[in-house]
Nanobody, 123 residues
């Protein structure tokens, strides 16, 4: 099982980025996908989760209204569209797979993790 996150980069405040999470070897019929982030010196925090069964989405309050999680036409791919980015969104972003989005903010619920992709929001 492999989760591959990509799409990070440097963006100015107010800008947008789209992150992708491609998984191989993992059936999304049985797993949800979540996004976490970790800023320097801070704990890893949940950003969003999407339930594969009914596509219910969940967001942290800090990103609600600005970020959108979605599945794509490409099988086994989940996207995180990030709009109106702020300097405090700067972090390494990780995608991960829990059995469901129940308790999605708890890292212990995730069975698989991908490597991170760095997002830097700066002028």
């Amino acid at each position: 099982v492999q989760l591959q996150a990509s799409g990070g980069g440097l963006v100015q405040p107010g800008g947008s980025l789209r992150l992708s999470c491609v998984n191989s070897g993992l059936s999304l019929d049985y797993y949800a996908i979540g996004w976490f982030r970790q800023a320097p010196g801070k704990e890893r925090e949940g950003v969003s989760c999407i339930s594969r069964s009914d596509l219910t989405t969940y967001y942290a309050d800090s990103v609600k209204g600005r970020f959108i999680i979605s599945t794509g036409n490409v099988k086994n791919t989940v996207y995180l569209q990030m709009n109106s980015l702020k300097p405090e969104d700067t972090a390494v972003y990780y995608c991960a797979a829990p059995r469901s989005c129940k308790g999605w903010l708890q890292t212990l619920r995730y069975d698989f993790w991908g490597q991170g992709t760095l997002v830097t929001v700066s002028s």
